[in-house]
């Protein structure tokens, strides 16, 4: 069956913009996880959506980021007013249910913030 | 909080050699798993194994073995006959209670022809 999708693969936006990067998670996924991959901090935990029960976004790294589960399916990340440091590569990842299974993960979006 | 450490950054061989990734993690909860993922150079992060903490047996899928030793607080990762397809990232990783993943910083294993 169809994997974890993300787009954009790469998106390169001017310092200051906003952005929204989106995930499909695995069907009948109810768990979907962002994760954020850069050179100086590894793998970072994000946020995280299960079923209709409030986020988890104790990760995020400032307010200038938000992030969305439409449906309890596509889930959208918005960065707004882009800086530099965010620059990274955004992962999803998606499981049966919280603490339950595997996390599969996306392709992951590469963000360049110029 | 959780932790996870992977001490070696990288590691080179040379094809056919074993290799052991060692992982050590650190957790005050009793219930949790722990992962493998691989990191080829195209970048997607590909599952590889979770395991129970209440499940200490070791596990074998082909060339790939893990040891689970919750004694030393370590979930360590062998390829035996190493190929050049297994070179890549790869990363620990725990997942307790509050559902999200915490990284070891990833080891780079590089085989050699």
């Known amino acids: 069956g169809a994997g974890v999708s993300q787009s954009p693969s790469n998106k390169v936006t001017e310092k200051g913009k906003d952005v929204e990067l989106r995930c499909d998670p695995i069907?009948?996924?109810?768990?979907l996880y962002w994760y954020r991959q850069s050179l100086g901090q590894g793998l970072e935990f994000l946020i995280y959506?299960?079923?209709?029960?409030?986020?988890?976004k104790s990760g995020l790294p400032s307010d200038r980021f938000s992030a969305e589960r439409t449906g309890g399916s596509v889930s959208t990340l918005t960065i707004q007013r882009t800086q530099q440091e965010d620059s990274a590569v955004y992962l999803c990842?998606?499981?049966?249910?919280?603490?339950?299974?595997?996390?599969?993960f996306g392709p992951g979006t590469r963000l360049t913030v110029t | 909080a959780q932790k996870v450490t992977q001490a070696q950054t990288e590691i080179s061989v040379v094809e056919k050699e074993d290799v052991t990734l060692d992982c050590v993690y650190e957790?005050?909860?009793?219930?949790?798993?722990l992962f493998w993922y691989k990191q080829p150079p195209s970048g997607e992060l590909v599952f590889l194994i979770r395991?129970?903490?209440?499940?200490?047996q070791n596990e074998i899928s082909g060339r790939y073995s893990w040891n689970f030793q919750k004694s030393t607080s370590s979930f360590n990762f062998t390829i035996t006959a190493s190929q050049v397809v297994d070179s890549a990232v790869y990363f620990c990783?725990?997942?307790?209670?509050?559902?999200?993943?915490?990284f070891g910083e990833g080891t780079q294993l590089t085989v050699n022809p």
């Open positions: 990842a998606s499981s049966l249910a919280s603490f339950e299974g595997e996390q599969y």
């Open positions: 959506f299960q079923g209709n029960s409030a986020p988890d």
């Open positions: 990783a725990q997942e307790t209670s509050g559902s999200r993943l915490t």
């Open positions: 957790t005050r909860d009793t219930t949790y798993y």
């Open positions: 395991r129970n903490s209440f499940d200490e």
């Open positions: 069907s009948g996924h109810t768990a």
